[in-house]
């Protein structure tokens, strides 16, 4: 017998409230999700509409693969391991969310902006984790990209 979606999320979200964070040691990978159930979708749409903890924004345009191997590995490390790609019409990708332990992290590629950017954004209630997410990922990025690339909006 397979697992409902609903159970799945239930299982995530229980997760946030008594887990930790993984260490390096204990690296998960992230991993595409089934199609979302509505609720879970009115649930991302209003934790959306919430401010994040944390935003960054990446000011060089660099192949969107780069960018999601980097928040593939920092997501998955703070347990945020499941995604889904959004796509337009003619098949680019927009962005990707990610969802686990009752945070959402989205990229979004605003490349049809001037200038172009790529925007990494973490919602969520739990605002140590906020923190740590967002130290680990400009890190990361830092790493990556060069300093000169990456804006911090400090919303920690």
Request: net charge negative; charged share 20%; with cysteine.
């Given at each position: 017998m397979k697992p409902s979606r609903y159970f799945l999320l239930l299982v995530l979200a229980t997760n946030v409230?008594?887990?930790?964070?993984?260490?390096?040691?204990?690296e998960k990978t992230v991993h595409p999700l089934p199609p979302?159930?509505?609720?879970?979708?009115r649930w991302v749409s209003a934790t959306r509409a919430k401010e994040p903890l944390s935003v960054i924004t990446i000011t060089n345009v660099v192949s969107e693969d780069s960018v999601l191997t980097v928040t593939d590995r920092v997501n998955?490390?703070?347990?945020?391991?499941?995604?889904?790609?959004?796509?337009?019409?003619f098949g680019a990708r927009l962005g990707r969310d990610y969802l686990g332990r009752g945070s959402l992290v989205t990229v979004?590629?605003?490349?049809?902006q001037r200038p172009k950017r790529t925007i990494l954004s973490m919602y969520g209630t739990n605002a140590v984790a906020g923190e740590a997410w967002g130290r680990d990922?400009?890190?990361?990025?830092?790493?990556r990209f060069g300093d000169e690339s990456i804006e911090d909006k400090g919303k920690r």
């Open positions: 409230c008594f887990g930790q964070a993984s260490s390096p040691s204990q979302l159930s509505d609720s879970t979708w998955g490390r703070h347990g945020i391991d499941g995604f889904v790609d959004g796509y337009c019409g979004s590629f605003a490349w049809d990922i400009t890190k990361a990025l830092r790493e």
